[in-house]
């Protein structure tokens, strides 16, 4: 059942009792790989650059597992980088310590992010999918306000082993983008990652909403791009990008991120209405 959020503007969003509400904590390994992915290629920048290469993995779950996988992955963009996975439930914490080393800690919080330093990545997935989207805006303006500068904040959605991966990136002002990463053969249009998008759009699917219209947009030019499909699927996804980047949608990056399965959109062409 969605919990609704505890009001992240109170006097408790500092110290005090962590902002937010325990989640089922389902997860699996290899599940946030395509979002790891992202991080490690073209926004490795953001860590390379950073006075205190400090991340943060918000709501890791029932299992540390993909805190440890993005330690270890970002470890390969910055050997002295610092991943601090924060829970709510206390005993998953305590399950965790276990498995600290160094650059690698746990700690009981929230969306208050209590850690020293402020971190130049926050990662939160299947997260505020738990929650109601009034609460949405409140919780990105929270974490958001932790991030270093040029930080960034990712809040995404993703199915059980990670096929479907759909995510917004924020830096400290305002959504930046709105990115989808797909496994080729799990899908017969790309419109179905709708029921993994992220909680300030899963609801906006409907006739009118921007959302709406980028989703058709990407079936109508994946059916399109068809007759590529005899060289693979990669060729196809490819295919339908040029045709919604021709047809004036603001994508960003290109066919490196494309062959992964993958299209990043400017969010402001996305955004609620």
């Known amino acids: 059942m969605v919990q609704k959020a505890e009001r992240v503007g109170s006097p408790r969003s500092r ?23 992202w ?31 993005l330690f ?14 924060i829970e709510i439930e206390p005993e998953r914490v305590r399950t965790a310590k276990a498995l600290e080393r160094p650059g690698l800690s746990f700690h009981v919080g929230g969306f208050e992010v209590p850690v020293q330093g402020d971190p130049v ?4 997935f299947n997260v505020l999918r738990q929650y109601e989207e009034a609460d949405v805006a409140g919780i990105w303006g929270l974490v958001q306000s932790r991030l270093a500068p040029g930080g960034l904040f990712i809040d995404g959605t993703c199915d059980e082993i990670g096929r479907r991966v759909t995510w917004v990136a924020l830096d400290s002002e305002r959504p930046l983008s709105l990115s989808f990463s797909v496994r080729f053969g ?15 759009l899963i609801h906006r699917n409907v006739p009118g909403e921007p959302i709406h219209a980028f989703l058709q947009a990407m079936d109508k030019a994946w059916l399109e791009a068809a007759p590529l499909a005899s060289f693979g ?41």
């Open 186 to 200: 799990s899908f017969e249009l790309p419109s179905e990652v709708a029921e993994r998008l992220p909680k300030a």
């Open 15 to 37: 110290g005090g009792k962590p902002v937010g509400n325990i989640t089922r904590g389902t997860t699996n390994p290899n599940r946030m790989r395509r979002l790891d992915r």
């Open 233 to 273: 699927n990669r060729q196809r996804w490819t295919g339908m990008c040029k045709s919604l980047r021709d047809a004036g949608w603001p994508l960003q990056g290109g066919a490196s991120r494309w062959r992964l399965g993958e299209v990043t959109v400017a969010w402001e062409a996305v955004a609620p209405r």
């Open 121 to 124: 990545l926050v990662r939160a």
């Open 39 to 69: 991080l490690a290629g073209p926004q490795a920048w953001r860590l390379r650059s950073a006075v205190d290469p400090l991340v943060v993995d918000l709501g890791y779950g029932a299992s540390p597992t993909t805190a440890v996988e």
């Open 72 to 85: 270890e992955r970002l470890q390969a963009v910055r050997a002295d980088v610092r991943v601090c996975g």
